[in-house]
């Protein structure tokens, strides 16, 4: 049996390329232009923005690949699995809480805390039973992947409290590592796919 099921090498894959592919798309298609460096994700899928089921479908998309990946990660411990599929819910949940046309929306921004607190600590909740299936979530990486992804997120958030100038590049920055840490787990994983 395979530490990973094809089913998730390929929705790991998926992942970094709907979310980069969707906030790419979505930012093109305001007609004001938009400056990833500053605007949010959140923003090009929010309701004042232009053809925002663009950047909603991709987050959509993103949660459903985390729960893919996270039910196909066969030989990672069940809190991982169990902790990247909240990610995953809370990813769809961002995707069905757009931003209102003006202000902020507390149920958006707690599906968003879940999401990201939830996919920056998943590589760290357990020890796969045999380590040399999954090699990134051995103690040393997962604890430093962990610990960039955390990182990553509390530099969006002081962005977020601060009103800062970099506050997309924070987030693009944070989500991106995020959607690409799942796949090199997978590309890593010992043993061949399996289907499923």
Excluded: K, N, Y
């Amino acid at each position: 049996m395979s530490a990973v099921r094809v089913s998730a090498r390929a929705s790991a894959a998926l992942a970094p390329v709907l979310l980069v592919g969707g906030w790419t798309l979505a930012a093109a298609r305001q007609p004001s232009g938009f400056d990833p460096v500053r605007g949010s994700i959140s923003a090009l899928a929010g309701s004042a923005a232009t053809d925002r089921w663009v950047m909603t479908a991709a987050l959509a998309g993103l949660g459903v690949c985390h729960l893919v990946t996270a039910r196909g990660l066969r030989a990672a411990p069940a809190g991982a699995r169990g902790v990247l599929a909240v990610g995953g819910a809370a990813t769809l949940a961002v995707a069905a809480l757009p931003l209102p046309v003006e202000g902020g929306s507390p149920a958006h921004a707690v599906a968003a805390g879940v999401a990201f607190a939830a996919l920056s600590v998943w590589p760290v909740c357990g020890r796969p039973a045999d380590q040399r299936a999954l090699p990134l979530l051995r103690a040393v990486p997962a604890v430093g992947a962990a610990a960039l992804l955390t990182g990553l997120v509390a530099w969006f958030a002081v962005e977020v409290a601060a009103g800062g100038a970099r506050l997309g590049l924070a987030e693009r920055l944070a989500a991106g590592a995020q959607a690409v840490w799942p796949l090199l787990v997978v590309l890593t994983a010992r043993g061949g796919p399996r289907r499923g």
